[in-house]
């Protein structure tokens, strides 16, 4: 089953408004990666995070590595219509081992 | 294409039935995963290959699968007397594999293949 708790399952914001989304673990990981996958699709990596406390960008999505290694939050600024998807975070304990997912957060956004 | 690539994008069979499913990794990543997804549900770890070494089966759910690697690129994944639970999207992953500085890479995502048994 799935080892990581992502919350909110679900969101459904307006156009333009930010979104916040995180993940919390009982067991420590050396790696928190967010991916994005839309319907029918494979997930994509849109972030990757591999040191405690880093704060990394990508345009207008912004992800933290917790300080404790358990728990990463994924911010989107300013949603677009095309962030609809299913948001899941991952946690990778050493490098090139296989990642834990969480169960995803669903995203809808209102033009 | 640069991607990974999955074959048949979609798979239907019938209870009981034998079906294998393939990947075709980037080429050059050493490194390969499959995933189980469930509907509604994150992807679930079933193995990982380095090359043509099967380093991890812990997730394949029962003996009824069984991957391979044979020459360390394309993977083929295969489920014998398929049962209803055995229906889901199944990943595919590779990554390249680094050195020091360049040890840790992402796996990137093939589409999947969508199997259904009735």
């Known amino acids: 089953g799935q080892q990581l708790n992502q919350s909110p399952q679900s969101m459904f914001i307006q156009e333009g408004e930010d979104v916040s989304m995180n993940c919390t673990s009982s067991s420590i990981f050396n790696t928190w990666l967010w991916y994005k996958q839309d319907p029918g699709e494979g997930p994509v990596l849109l972030i990757a995070l591999y040191k405690a406390g880093e704060l990394t960008s990508n345009g207008r999505l912004t992800a933290q590595f917790g300080i404790t290694r358990k728990d990463s939050f994924l911010n989107i600024s300013a949603s677009i219509p095309s962030d609809v998807g299913i948001y899941f975070c991952?946690?990778?304990?050493?490098?090139?081992?296989?990642?834990?997912f969480g169960a995803g957060t669903r995203l809808t956004v209102k033009p | 294409g640069a991607g990974v690539s999955q074959s048949p994008r979609y798979k239907v069979a019938k209870r009981g039935q034998d079906v294998a499913l393939r990947c075709d990794p980037i080429?050059?990543?050493?490194?390969l995963f499959w995933y189980q997804q469930a509907l509604g549900q994150g992807p679930e770890f079933l193995t990982y290959f380095q090359n043509e070494a099967q380093l991890d089966k812990s997730g394949l759910p029962s003996d009824r699968f069984f991957a391979e690697r044979p020459e360390g690129s394309v993977s083929t994944l295969k489920i014998q007397r398929t049962q209803q639970e055995d229906s889901a999207v199944y990943l595919c992953a590779s990554s390249f594999v680094g050195q020091g500085f360049y040890s840790n890479q992402p796996q990137h995502f093939g589409d999947g293949t969508r199997l259904s048994i009735l």
């Open positions: 080429s050059g990543h050493v490194s």
């Open positions: 991952a946690g990778q304990r050493d490098s090139n081992n296989d990642m834990r």
